[in-house]
């Protein structure tokens, strides 16, 4: 096993994920994912053809962002033909997944030379697309582990970790005013760039859309609780509600506590982002400059129905893969799903929050699913190289009960 190293970074700036009322919602998802990969060809100088794959997460792969989204994306950006292209889907994970797969190939010998990342377009195919809700809607696996929509488990959570509705709205506002502050410094202004109508050239959005940097402690206490009706929501013949099936699992928590709203829970957005690897061989023989190289990566299976909790337990694996240990760390970068994620993951690896998510998070920005965790990576990278730090994690939960966790180190 050899390095693997990031050449580049670039993304998409977020906007709105509703139809008609986002810049990008005009835009068909295969053209998002095209001009991205152009954009990174371009800033880098290099010949596609040596690309040796493209790795793209998207977790609604439906309608428009079928086909094998990621091969469409390379027939549309215009790049060689014999460049092959693959889509992949772990939920929420789709891009950082993608990034790692990569990270796998060239370290490996397989590939030298490779684009990841992902693309989601809320605003053309919503949450839950595809139709398979939480399930794929198999009774009998339902009897064996029944899946509550995230939400739900993101209340859950907060209950059992006795995180208050003050607690995850003051996290929100952080968030906010965190993303106003590094948008106000442009200090996103490294990996963006304007995103542009195919047809006329005309500019559709270079700045992110979805941050509310006019967001206050009351505006968020006014929202209500976005759970209550889903967890009163009956699913079987009995009356069993989804909170009855969560507090079955766990009656402890005696009560679901509904505490999270749409100002403390992630955004729906459109996105894309990509990130160029290279194998160390290829870098040498090159003359390239990498900006940082991949330290360790890491996947791990939790609980189901609570589904949220992967992120610590997770970066821990990463962490004793890379011979780290928390304090370690510079910079975190911890998926705001949901507030009271990111809350519990602070907690229980005994984080200092003023490390994490310190340019606002996806509460504030936006969680184009299948883009997001390369975004991350890439904001992380850019936020270590403006402060001179050295190590990131890039971390998020999972639908199912799944987490994945990559840390890099500048170069």
């Known amino acids: 096993m050899t390095a693997s190293y990031i050449i580049d970074a670039v993304r998409t700036p977020r906007g709105r994920g509703k139809m008609g009322k986002g810049a990008l919602t005009g835009l068909h998802p295969q053209e998002l994912l095209a001009q991205t990969l152009n954009a990174l060809q371009r800033r880098g100088g290099w010949d596609a053809r040596e690309v040796g794959d493209v790795i793209a997460g998207c977790v609604s792969q439906v309608n428009e962002q079928g086909a094998n989204i990621a091969r469409n994306a390379v027939l549309a950006a215009g790049w060689p033909q014999d460049v092959s292209a693959v889509s992949l889907n772990r939920f929420c994970g789709s891009g950082l997944q993608a990034v790692n797969f990569g990270a796998m190939g060239v370290a490996s010998g397989a590939m030298d030379f490779v ?26 696996l339902r009897e064996r582990v029944y899946q509550v929509p995230q939400g739900i488990s993101a209340d859950l959570i907060a209950t059992l970790e006795g995180i208050t509705r003050e607690d995850v709205d003051a996290w929100a506002l952080r968030s906010q005013r965190q993303a106003a502050r590094a948008i106000e410094e442009n200090r996103f202004a490294k990996s963006l760039f304007a995103v542009k109508d195919p047809a006329t050239g005309a500019v559709l959005l270079e700045r992110d859309e979805y941050p509310r940097p006019d967001t206050t402690a009351q505006g968020l206490a006014a929202l209500k609780a976005a759970f209550v009706s889903m967890g009163e929501t009956a699913v079987d ?40 690897l290279a194998s160390e061989r290829y870098v040498q023989e090159k003359g390239l400059k990498p900006r940082a190289r991949i330290r360790a990566m890491a996947t791990l299976g939790t609980e189901p129905l609570l589904m949220l909790t992967a992120p610590a337990p997770v970066s821990e694996k990463a962490l004793r893969m890379a011979g780290m240990k928390a304090r370690d760390i510079d910079l975190w970068e911890i998926n705001e799903a949901f507030a009271a994620v990111v809350l519990q993951t602070t907690r229980a690896l005994g984080i200092d929050p003023e490390r994490v998510n310190v340019n606002g998070g996806s509460i504030a920005l936006g969680h184009p699913l299948g883009a997001t965790g390369a975004m991350l990576l890439g904001t992380a990278l850019d936020e270590l190289e403006r402060t001179g730090k050295q190590t990131a994690l890039i971390t998020m939960c999972i639908g199912g009960g799944q987490g994945i966790a990559t840390i890099i180190e500048r170069v």
Do not use: C, F, W
């Not at 809320?122 to 595809?130: F, I, Q, R, Y």
């Not at 969560?246 to 679901?256: G, M």
């Open 115 to 140: 684009v990841t990342g992902g693309v989601e377009s809320m605003s053309h195919l919503s949450l839950g697309a595809d139709g398979g809700g939480q399930d794929g809607g198999n009774v009998r």
């Open 237 to 276: 013949p009995n009356g069993e509600t989804l909170d009855g099936i969560a507090l079955a699992a766990y009656p402890q928590a005696k009560r679901i506590q509904h505490v999270h709203t749409a100002g403390n829970s992630s955004g729906i957005v459109d996105g894309a982002a990509v990130v160029a």
